[in-house]
């Protein structure tokens, strides 16, 4: 493996209250406000909660296009990219949850464009990292492109996101107490590249939410906040690496598992979540514990019924994991866990019965 990595920052984070004015200006910034095609890729919901404010907004400065994402699929992706050669689009913005924003991030890098994220939603770290996470790739994990050139991360629009949401976030952001173990674990035995730095970065978003749960659970502005600046430097701590690395574990294995198993019925954050509380009982870190009295307090689903899953389906999940990505080792080791073994895990910690 080389020895050099390109670290490559957003150039601007823009957060608070009443942001999304800044829109234009960041837009001018690039475009020199002559008219130039800017792409706003976009969901058909969250066109109405952000987009059609953000189309109004640059009107005046640049050519707005509405691109419609349904579904974030590489396919999907890749037309938004031809559409961006074809019409001569030199800007995209990324509006909506993580759909829109994961779209926009590989779109634009194909396309060789800057890209703007303005997540509507506190739900995952990709609001501000360089990894864009599409279906229908031959790899169920993201794919690098290029770091977004700038975030506007507006309070009073993410406020409205669904609680659901919230909690997601605070579930990926826990993630990091193990991605961080996986990471010196393969640093150790593997001799991969380690870089504490990022790391400390990270495991500090993890505490933060920790620290902050209640207050960012209350969904109060203040709260959501919190959350997005964590978010946002879990991201950062992955421009910082190199990789998603600092970010993504075997907790997120057991993730990119389930979603394979289950597509569709359990969000991303939430199966973080759970996944963190798993890979902590196995490292032996009594953390388990604590994280798991947390996700009670404030929400985030522990048994497999309130995740709408079967005990099948969980301990599946868990003993596909290691597969999931073999080249990035983690706790899991090479051999995964086997059926017993994940089934007792299970037990012990009390997601099934
Ligand atoms: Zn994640």
């Keep these: 493996m080389s020895n050099i990595h390109n670290i490559e920052l957003p150039k601007k984070v823009i957060i608070g209250s009443g942001a ?5 200006d960041i837009v001018e910034e690039i ?6 095609a800017v792409g706003i890729v976009t969901g058909e919901n969250t066109y109405r909660a952000g987009g059609a404010l953000v189309e109004s907004l640059i009107s005046s400065c640049a050519e707005p296009k509405i691109l419609l994402v349904k579904t974030p699929t590489l396919s999907e992706a890749e037309s938004v990219a031809e559409k961006i050669r074809s019409e001569g689009i030199k800007l995209v913005l990324g509006v909506g949850g993580g759909k829109a924003i994961d779209v926009a991030k590989y779109a634009g890098y194909r396309a060789n464009i800057p890209v703007i994220s303005v997540p509507l939603a506190p739900s995952h770290d990709g609001i501000a990292s360089p990894f864009a996470s599409l279906k229908g790739t031959s790899k169920p994990y993201s794919i690098h492109v290029a770091t977004p050139y700038a975030i506007i991360a507006d309070i009073d629009l993410i406020s409205k996101a669904p609680k659901k949401l919230i909690l997601s ?8 107490f193990v991605s961080v ?3 010196r674990l393969a640093h150790r035995l593997k001799g991969e590249y380690y870089g504490d730095y990022a790391a400390q970065l990270a495991l500090l978003s993890a505490k933060h939410v920790l620290k902050y749960h209640e207050i960012i659970a209350s969904g109060s502005s203040e709260g959501v906040r919190i959350l997005v600046e964590a978010l946002i430097s879990s991201g950062v701590s992955m421009c910082i690496a190199g990789s998603s690395r600092p970010a993504s574990g075997s907790e997120h294995l057991f ?9 569709g019925r359990v969000l991303h954050g939430e199966a973080v979540a759970l996944g963190t509380v798993i890979m902590l009982y196995i490292y032996g870190d009594p953390l388990w ?16 019924e309130e995740l709408g899953l079967s005990s099948e389906e969980i301990i599946k999940a868990l003993t596909i994991a290691h597969t ?20 007792k895990i299970l037990k012990e910690i009390g997601v099934i019965d």
């Design 324 to 343: 999931i990505r073999p080249e990035r080792y983690t706790i899991l080791g090479e051999g995964g866990i086997s059926r017993e073994a994940a089934a």
């Design 20 to 24: 999304l004015s800044r829109v234009r």
């Design 181 to 183: 173990k996986d990471w």
């Design 255 to 263: 993730s990119h598992a389930l979603e394979l198993i289950a597509p």
């Design 31 to 36: 475009t020199n406000c002559r008219g130039s």
């Design 289 to 304: 514990k604590k994280i798991k009295k947390v996700m009670s307090k404030i929400g985030l689903p522990v048994r497999a």
């Design 169 to 176: 976030g605070i579930g990926d952001l826990l993630g990091k």
